[in-house]
């Protein structure tokens, strides 16, 4: 299962890799852009809610192959048929929606598998293995940019989800009872189970980890749609008497494999101090970080590669500490239900983050100034937020050991 979370997200970063050619092959402004980035994870939170509700009631190898199919078929299309905006966010959103049916049901697969030891440490690998499938995917993206086109990128890349869907099919067994996507009717409530909902919601440690982690993708994401960019944009324009030495995507691809371990560790550390304390000060870091490299743009390379660095490692030390704590914080028959909900509400702020970015790069440069740092702050000013209303309000009755 961590080879199909590495595999199920190949194309993750396909067009974040593509930006600046597309970008500028369709004369895009960078709300646009930022917008085809966030169109993945429209497509995603559209379907997430019933694919992974669905979890709780059929065999969830059968919603992970599907959303494999789903996912790959959304790549081709971007490769073979997208000429525009338009067509290029339906498509992306079609591979969004596949994505959606394989991450937290992924996650369901293994989760409802592990009978012994401590569940946090699976799930700390398998959310560590999102930056190996990311840094693959820039890697991969890149290199086949460079030597082909962006366009055969994503047809070629697109094994790498249909594979995962298989592999997962074939390498893990059906739980005993478990019925089949036609043994089931489905209902609207499927789709949207308010009544589950309200059962999730109305527990406050783990709507505390949901609004934790949608601050959480919501810079990750931004971050992972706009940082070759970024890099771009310091090389050629800011200091191009400093040129990096080698390519922004290789650099992004490297800063996503080597940040691997900060879930891992993050999650260790959250056991050791307390996963409330550790989750706030890690969202202070990532803030104080994120803003410092906005403002790095006229530095030496490798002081922004530096900064990157740190900055993607605390991105990534509260991700399995976040989806860790509400796994164990609901009860086994709503589990399904309240992995969707936060799966829904993360990539949600997701959706919000790439969009949000651009266009607080559009509104800076139409004020003379060139917005990195504004982009920046517009992105990681939610994990403070975040720390402030918990603190004070939701977990106030809570020890920070917890």
């Keep these: 299962m961590l080879l199909t979370q590495a595999l199920s997200l190949l194309g993750f970063a396909c067009y974040p890799s593509a930006l600046t050619i597309i970008q500028a092959e369709w004369n895009l402004s960078n709300f646009e852009s930022g917008f085809l980035a966030s169109s993945f994870f429209l497509g995603y939170v559209l379907v997430v809610p019933i694919a992974t509700t669905l979890t709780d009631r059929i065999d969830t190898r059968q919603v992970y192959l599907a959303g494999g199919l789903t996912a790959g078929l959304g790549l081709l299309g971007v490769g073979f048929f997208a000429n525009g905006f338009y067509s290029a966010l339906l498509f992306l959103m079609i591979h969004g929606a596949g994505v959606s049916a394989m991450y937290m049901p992924g996650l369901k697969i293994i989760s409802d598998r592990v009978t012994s030891g401590e569940i946090t440490r699976h799930i700390s690998f398998y959310t560590a293995f999102f930056g190996l499938g990311t840094g693959a995917s820039y890697y991969f993206s890149g290199v086949l940019i460079k030597e082909f086109s962006w366009s055969l990128a994503f047809i070629l890349i697109a094994i790498g989800p249909i594979c995962a869907g298989i592999l997962a099919w074939l390498g893990t067994k059906a739980l005993p009872g478990e019925k089949g996507i036609f043994d089931i009717q489905m209902k609207l409530t499927d789709a949207f189970p308010v009544a589950r909902w309200r059962k999730v919601l109305a527990m406050k440690e783990a709507v505390g980890y949901m609004l934790g982690y949608s601050a959480h993708t919501l810079e990750l994401f931004a971050t992972r749609a706009w940082l070759v960019a970024f890099f771009t944009y310091c090389a050629s324009v800011a200091a191009p008497e400093q040129p990096f030495l080698i390519s922004a995507t290789l650099i992004v691809a490297f800063l996503n494999i080597i940040s691997i371990p900060a879930s891992i560790l993050g999650n260790e550390m959250a056991l050791k101090v307390g996963r409330h304390r550790w ?26 590669v530096g900064l990157a660095f740190i900055h993607s490692m605390f991105v990534m030390a509260d991700s399995a500490t976040l989806t860790a704590g509400l796994v164990i914080s609901v009860p086994q028959e709503i589990k399904g239900t309240a992995m969707g909900l936060h799966s829904l509400m993360g990539f949600g702020a997701g959706l919000v983050g790439p969009a949000l970015f651009g266009a607080t790069l559009d509104i800076s440069r139409y004020f003379g100034h060139d917005g990195w740092t504004a982009a920046y702050a517009s992105i990681v000013v939610w994990g403070l937020l975040f720390i402030f209303y918990t603190q004070f309000s939701l977990w106030k009755n809570k020890r920070a050991v917890q």
């Design 279 to 304: 989750v706030y000060w890690v969202m202070i870091g990532s803030a104080i970080s994120g803003i410092t490299l906005g403002m790095s743009v006229d530095s030496h390379w490798t002081v922004i």
